[in-house]
C-alpha cells in the first residue's frame, strides 16, 4: 500500500504516536456495524469536507482496495458539492482522478 514519504518519516520518528493512532482507528473501524468499503466511502467525504488532497487520495486507494467502483466514488465527491463548494469539489475531482487514472492503468 502507498504511503506518504512525510508518514514513514513521522512513523520512524514517533513510532508510538503511529501504533496508538492506528490502533485507534482499528476501534472506530469495529465499533460499528458497517462495512469496510461503505467506512472509506463516509472517510472519503470527511477527507473532501476537510479538503485534505492527501486523505481525499488515500481513503480513493482504500475504497478502491475495499471493491468501491470509480462510479461510486465519483458519486461521493459529486455529492459534496452543495455541502463544500463548487471550488472545493473540483479539486477533489482532480484529486480522486489522478488516483483512478492510475488504478486503471494498474489494471
Given at each position: 500500500?502507498y504511503?506518504?514519504?512525510i508518514?514513514?518519516?513521522?512513523?520512524?520518528?514517533?513510532?508510538?504516536?503511529?501504533?496508538?493512532?492506528?490502533?485507534?482507528?482499528?476501534?472506530?473501524?469495529s465499533?460499528?456495524?458497517?462495512?469496510k468499503?461503505?467506512?472509506?466511502?463516509?472517510?472519503?467525504?470527511?477527507?473532501?469536507?476537510?479538503?485534505?488532497?492527501?486523505?481525499?487520495?488515500?481513503?480513493?486507494?482504500?475504497?478502491?482496495?475495499?471493491g468501491?467502483?470509480?462510479?461510486?466514488?465519483?458519486?461521493v465527491?459529486?455529492?459534496?458539492?452543495?455541502?463544500?463548494?463548487?471550488?472545493?469539489?473540483?479539486?477533489?475531482?482532480?484529486?480522486?482522478?489522478?488516483?483512478l487514472?492510475?488504478?486503471?492503468?494498474?489494471?
Amino acid at each position: 500500500m502507498y504511503l506518504p514519504e512525510i508518514y514513514k518519516t513521522f512513523s520512524k520518528k514517533f513510532p508510538e504516536v503511529i501504533k496508538g493512532y492506528e490502533q485507534l482507528g482499528k476501534i472506530c473501524r469495529s465499533a460499528g456495524p458497517l462495512e469496510k468499503k461503505h467506512q472509506d466511502l463516509i472517510k472519503l467525504g470527511i477527507a473532501v469536507g476537510a479538503n485534505s488532497r492527501g486523505a481525499v487520495m488515500s481513503h480513493t486507494r482504500k475504497a478502491l482496495a475495499e471493491g468501491a467502483t470509480p462510479e461510486e466514488i465519483t458519486h461521493v465527491v459529486l455529492l459534496s458539492l452543495t455541502t463544500t463548494g463548487f471550488p472545493n469539489m473540483m479539486a477533489t475531482m482532480g484529486w480522486v482522478g489522478d488516483v483512478l487514472e492510475k488504478h486503471l492503468q494498474e489494471k
